[in-house]
Each structure stands twice: as C-alpha cells, then as structure tokens.
C-alpha cells in the first residue's frame, strides 16, 4: 500500500520507441540562471529556446536529466542537477540532458489518493514542482490528487497504475499515495488533447 508520501519526481518507465532516452540540448541553460533545477524536475521551454523550470498548470517540454558544463578555468563538470545562479564557460559547449520524448511514459507518485482514473489528467503538485535534494540533486515533485479531471485539460494524463512503486511497496488504486504512470499530456511539441 502506497501509505507514505516519498515523492520521487517523473520518472522514466519506458518509451513505445524503446529505451528511454535524453535528448541533448547544446547551451541548454542560459549562464547564471537562477533557479536550481533537480533530475526527474519537469522544465520547459523559454522564448529564448532555453530550459527553465517548468510551472504548476502550464505546458512543458520535459524532465530534467542532467548538465555537463565547463567552468572558467575550463575543467568540466557533469552534475544530476542545474545549481542556481552557475556560471559556465561560453566558448567551451554545454548540455542539458532531458527526456522530451511526447510518447515517453514516466511514473510519479500523487500526494493523495486516486480512484481507478485511467485516461484523466492531472496537474504538478504547485508546492512540489521545484522540491528536492540539493545535497543528491533529486526532485520530489509529485502530482496533485485534487486537481483531477475527466474531461479538462491538465499536464499529466494517467495511462496506468504503477505495477512497481518506486518507494512504497504495494500499490493500488485508492491508495493514500497512490503511484501512476503518467504521459505528458500538455506538451510544448504537440497540440493538447484533453482527458477521457
């Protein structure tokens, strides 16, 4: 039973294409961002063509995998997470790593209970979007319980129960916390469609 709240981010469950992979994003993160970004953090597109951090209830591009970067002295760094505020070397390339991927199916635990909701949607949990470690670098976002929906549009559409949780042993619906797995259901990429 999904009885203790141990969000984990949106993790990576598998892709219909196969395995699940990153995408590179050359110069991902404009120098001297100053929002901290964890792996398995959902971020989005800015106007620039740069991640940010993604935002409860608004479209996004993907989840946060991780950065490699050069410093000014040029020696390289490759970390699970974007620390706010670095600075990086711009004649030296740097990439961010997200798993973008429209199809890509992740798991993510509710902060609350879920009845049986296959093909509803719901949102990012807003005081949980941008939490986690910063001592180990990972999210624990989870997603909202309440927000929901049969028939509206929200950022995550549930195509099933997780059969494995990630923290929490047994797994049901209804359960306290209950573990799904999730697409992404308002994609930067493609055209929203709303819940079933």
């Not at 993510?108 to 001592?135: K, R, Y």
């Not at 999210?139 to 129960?161: D, M, W």
Request: net charge negative; aromatic share 10%.
């Amino acid at each position: 039973m999904s009885a203790t709240l141990n969000g984990y981010g949106l993790r990576p469950a598998y892709s219909p294409q196969g395995m699940a992979a990153a995408r590179r994003y050359d110069y991902g993160i404009a120098s001297g961002y100053g929002t901290g970004i964890l792996k398995y953090q959902p971020v989005a597109l800015n106007s620039s063509g740069q991640l940010i951090a993604a935002t409860a209830a608004a479209d996004f591009l993907g989840v946060f995998a991780g950065v490699t970067y050069f410093d000014s002295s040029g020696i390289p760094h490759s970390y699970d997470q974007w620390i706010a505020g670095t600075t990086y070397e711009s004649t030296n390339l740097m990439y961010v790593y997200v798993w973008d991927d429209p199809n890509e199916v992740f798991q993510i635990q509710a902060d609350g209970s879920l009845a049986q909701s296959i093909g509803g949607q719901v949102d990012f949990t807003s005081a949980t979007i941008g939490s986690g470690s910063t001592v180990v670098g990972l999210s624990t976002c989870t997603a909202s319980a309440s927000s929901l929906t049969t028939s509206g549009q929200k950022q995550l559409r549930i195509v099933e129960l997780a059969p494995s949780p990630a923290m929490n042993g047994v797994n049901a619906w209804g359960d306290a916390y209950t573990e799904v797995r999730v697409m992404i259901a308002r994609s930067q990429y493609i055209a929203n469609k709303v819940a079933v």
